[in-house]
């Protein structure tokens, strides 16, 4: 380990990458998003400019989502997006090339694992390290997971929900579904769709998530205006919808991640089976602020469950204190490079 050689933790994700600098934070969270010219292949933009392009590019254009489900769909394209993040994290200047570490589902294969590592070595790190989300996102929360004690965490981002009970530093039982914000996303735009004879795209129904969606019905519900276009006519048209109405909507996604929960509790060792129903369980990623989610949670398992404090970046910030300190968690690290 080289003295000079700078760090970065990055949060690989389907839907954002965050990179995190020890010492400076999250310095970076951008869609993971890269807009391809269709001609001759070249790379025209990533993050945040090729995100906006997202619906809206003339038919030369692609915008696209390299990673599929939190893992790699498209290796190439992947490679030239680390390649970004990790210049623009690093700044101009740098000459050293960094030691990175990378998270990845929990249900992730040894293929899938190798191909990140391949990834980031390729974009330019010095050496790459693979540890699986549930557990960067324990320690981004502050638990203490290297104690004989049993803690359940569930990550969910854009593109899975991964459930795992860790204990001693390692996963006592885990499981990951694909099915997580994108999903719910995509249940609000099919639901507008049969109910209003309505068209709109994924950024609308993200946007209409978060500013009235919940987990359970309200008494005093929230209202939205969606605008979108007609299918029947073909033109421009807006209509209201309620926060019930998405409830209703995304009932069957929330379901199977509920079912996620279940099935690792059922699978836990009684004993650590004690220490959850003592502890709660702890949830983190940008898909657990859905409103009342953790009311859901605790409905259906009778397991008390809390937002972890920066809940987007607890995956991001895990990779940060890992890496700070690897001889502790070398444990936990599942490749390396």
């Not at 391809?36 to 038919?59: H, Q, R, W, Y």
């Not at 995509?186 to 500013?211: H, M, P, Q, V, W």
């Not at 650590?272 to 409103?291: E, N």
């Amino acid at each position: 380990m080289s003295f000079f050689s700078p760090k970065l933790g990055i949060d690989l994700g389907t839907a954002n990458t965050l990179v995190f600098v020890p010492k400076k934070g999250v310095v970076l969270n951008e869609p993971s998003v890269v807009a391809v010219s269709k001609d001759n292949g070249e790379i025209l933009a990533v993050g945040l400019e090729a995100k906006n392009m997202i619906g809206k590019t003339p038919d030369t254009i692609t915008a696209y989502r390299p990673m599929k489900d939190g893992v790699i769909a498209d290796y190439h394209v992947t490679k030239v997006m680390l390649r970004y993040y990790i210049g623009k994290a690093l700044g101009r200047w740098n000459i050293f090339k960094p030691e990175v570490m990378i998270s990845v589902p929990a249900g992730v294969t040894s293929t899938e694992r190798r191909a990140v590592v391949e990834a980031a070595i390729k974009a330019g790190a010095k050496s790459a390290y693979v540890v699986k989300e549930p557990i960067l996102a324990a320690i981004g929360a502050g638990i203490p997971i290297h104690e004989a004690y049993g803690n359940m965490v569930v990550d969910i981002g854009g593109g899975t929900t991964d459930v795992a009970v860790i204990s001693l530093g390692g996963i006592v039982a885990s499981t990951s579904v694909k099915c997580a914000g994108n999903k719910i996303d995509k249940a609000i735009a099919d639901y507008i769709k049969r109910t209003f004879n309505l068209s709109i795209g994924d950024k609308t129904a993200e946007e209409i998530k978060i500013k009235i969606g919940s987990a359970i019905p309200l008494e005093e519900e929230l209202v939205c205006v969606i605008k979108g276009r007609d299918l029947v006519s073909g033109l421009p048209r807006s209509t209201e919808i309620t926060t019930n109405e998405i409830v209703k909507a995304i009932g069957g996604e929330l379901k199977e991640m509920i079912t996620a929960i279940k099935n690792v509790l059922q699978e836990t060792p009684p004993e650590l089976g004690a220490d959850i129903i003592d502890k709660g369980i702890i949830m983190t990623g940008g898909s657990s602020l859905l409103r009342n989610l953790q009311e859901l949670v605790y409905r259906r398992t009778g397991v008390k469950a809390a937002l972890a404090e920066d809940a987007l970046y607890c995956v991001a910030k895990g990779t940060g204190v890992a890496l700070g300190h690897l001889d502790v968690y070398k444990k936990s690290i599942i490749a390396k490079r």
